[in-house]
């Protein structure tokens, strides 16, 4: 099945996830593992996972035999519908759609955070030559992001309305969002000639952006509106996941573990694993710049996320005050976060 008939597909199902609120997954064996990614190096920790087969691995060392299968997604509306709807085991996007589901499911399938993939600035890039900041996009523009209201994109756009105007303004531009695929949104802003002028994506889309059209600009950086290195992709499931099937969870942590360690060590072979698993056609010393970049970071332990969630909770958007990490993350493991 191609990535658009997949997407169609989730698509045509996510109404059912709209009742699972109140319903329970489907009960799964130990030993069966389906993961859900999206688009970009970001994913590049899971992409290593599959390549080198670490999941199988660390799960043969707690002497269990470990399935997995990996489902491409576009949009955290789509991953969390996924989840909901049991389709899915874990699940792999933005903070922004963690923080969204872990609200609605507390107290209920109670799903938080499991680990981070890292630390990673994302640039929102655009080609009109008359936009230098935030306030200078008009209602001509069309800003691309993976899913409108709900990813981390665009959670941290609305974070950077709110401190450019005030937290009463935090959804002034809401209204010039619209879904894209990361993969179409970098090619309508570098042929340009469209109505997307501007897209908030992630690596190595923004990248290739900005090589790829001289007129293309970074007009906003997310480590700037967060103050600092922040995680900004993760992987999140349910409290029943985790409890019904402790050492696939453990083995899936230490394969992640394992992974990130691998990729600091060894960027370029990371960059041909990218370019294996995902058929991609990008220049190899692009990709392999963006992952040395000083300013990423692979690892899984996630880093500055609570500023963005007590800012979610303070506009409105969560109903339930995260007072730390570890009230949207399992803190059961090493890898999470105590407190930032």
């Known amino acids: 099945m191609t990535i658009r008939r997949r997407l169609v597909a989730l698509a045509a199902s996510s109404s059912l996830a709209l009742s699972a609120l109140g319903l329970a997954t489907p009960a799964r064996a130990e030993g069966q593992l389906r993961i859900a990614e999206q688009f970009g190096i970001v994913y590049l920790l899971l992409n290593v996972a599959q390549d080198q087969k670490l999941i199988e691995k660390h799960g043969k060392a707690l002497g269990q035999e470990i399935k997995v299968e990996f489902v491409k997604l576009s949009g955290g509306a789509a991953v969390n519908d996924a989840l909901l709807s049991g389709s899915i085991d874990v699940a792999g996007a933005g903070v922004g759609p963690l923080l969204t589901i872990w609200d609605r499911t507390k107290g209920k399938q109670d799903v938080k955070g499991i680990a981070s993939l890292g630390n990673f600035p994302y640039y929102l890039v655009s080609n009109n030559p008359n936009v230098k900041t935030i306030a200078d996009f008009t209602d001509k523009d069309r800003i691309a992001l993976p899913a409108v209201g709900v990813s981390v994109q665009a959670r941290i756009l609305q974070f950077a309305a709110a401190k450019q105007w005030g937290d009463k303004e935090f959804n002034r531009l809401d209204r010039l969002t619209q879904t894209l695929p990361h993969p179409d949104a970098a090619a309508a802003i570098i042929a340009g000639g469209t109505e997307i002028t ?3 994506g992630n690596p190595p889309f923004q990248e290739q952006e900005l090589a790829g059209n001289p007129k293309a ?3 906003l950086n997310s480590y700037d509106v967060l103050g600092g290195p922040a995680s900004a992709t993760v992987l999140y499931a ?4 985790r409890r019904a099937n402790p050492k696939t969870y453990r083995a899936f942590i230490e394969a992640l573990d394992e992974a990130a360690r691998w990729v600091r060590a060894n960027p370029e072979k ?5 370019i294996r698993v ?4 990008i220049d190899r010393d692009l990709l392999v710049k963006i992952i040395r970049n000083p300013q990423v970071e692979y690892k899984i332990a996630p880093q500055n996320t609570l500023a963005l969630a007590q800012f979610l909770h303070r506009v409105g958007a969560l109903k339930n005050e995260p007072r730390a990490a570890n009230d949207y993350f399992f803190a059961d493991h090493p890898a999470t976060a105590r407190g930032d």
């Open 198 to 200: 501007g897209h908030f």
């Open 217 to 219: 600009r970074i007009v």
């Open 238 to 241: 349910t409290d029943k996941f």
């Open 270 to 274: 990371a960059a041909d694993t990218y």
């Open 278 to 281: 995902n058929n991609a056609k």
